[in-house]
């Protein structure tokens, strides 16, 4: 997965790709395809996904590919 902040907030909510997928209202594959960098997110999928991880992050830094340094940096 290339958004890490993403795959803390599932780790977090004990939540699987698979159920992020299907309340964000897409397919298990074009979710696993979209957090793999192979596509792109579009905006009103990215504030679905933020809404049901009840991520409280900005859109920008929760798609942010670089999450994980800037964290790190603080």
Known sequence: ???PKIEELL???KMTVE???KEV??????MYYKLNGNSEIGV???V???AVLGAEESIELLFSREY???AGAE
Request: net charge positive; no cysteine; aromatic share 4%.
């Open 1 to 3: 997965m290339v958004y």
């Open 68 to 70: 994980a340094e800037e």
């Open 25 to 30: 209202g897409t397919s298990r594959s074009t």
């Open 44 to 46: 009103d999928m990215a």
């Open 48 to 50: 679905r996904i933020r």
């Open 11 to 13: 780790s977090k909510k």
């Open 19 to 21: 159920e992020l997928a």
